[in-house]
C-alpha cells in the first residue's frame, strides 16, 4: 500500500465501487419516480403491519382482560367489566 502507484489506487477504488455496486444505486437515486413509489410502497407496507400488529396486540389485550373478569378479581373485574362493556357498545 504505501509504494502504490496512482494508477493502482484509482484501479483498487474502481473495484471497490463495483463491489459496491455503486452504479445500480446511482440509477435508482437519479430515477426520481422510482425512488417516490419505492417510499410510498415501503410507508404502506409499513402501515399494514403496524395495523395487523396492533389488531392482534389489541385483541390478546382484550382476551386477557375478559379472563380477569370472569375470575371475578374485587374491585377490578367490576371495572374491566364497565370499560369492556363501553367498548363493546361504542363498536357498533
Same mark, same amino acid.
Given at each position: 500500500?504505501? $509504494?502504490e502507484t496512482l494508477f493502482d489506487k484509482i484501479e483498487r477504488l474502481a473495484l471497490t465501487l463495483e463491489r459496491m455496486q455503486m452504479d445500480k444505486y446511482?440509477?435508482?437515486v437519479s430515477d426520481k419516480k422510482r425512488m417516490l413509489f419505492m417510499a410510498f410502497l415501503g410507508g404502506t407496507a409499513r402501515g399494514v403491519g403496524f395495523m395487523f400488529g396492533f389488531s392482534?396486540? $389489541?385483541a390478546i389485550a382484550v382476551y386477557i382482560l375478559r379472563q380477569v373478569v370472569?375470575?371475578?378479581i374485587p374491585g377490578? $373485574?367490576?371495572f374491566l367489566s364497565e370499560v369492556l362493556d363501553e367498548v363493546s357498545t361504542g363498536a357498533r
Open positions: 500500500m504505501a $509504494g446511482l440509477q435508482f392482534t396486540v $389489541g370472569l375470575k371475578n377490578i $373485574g367490576d
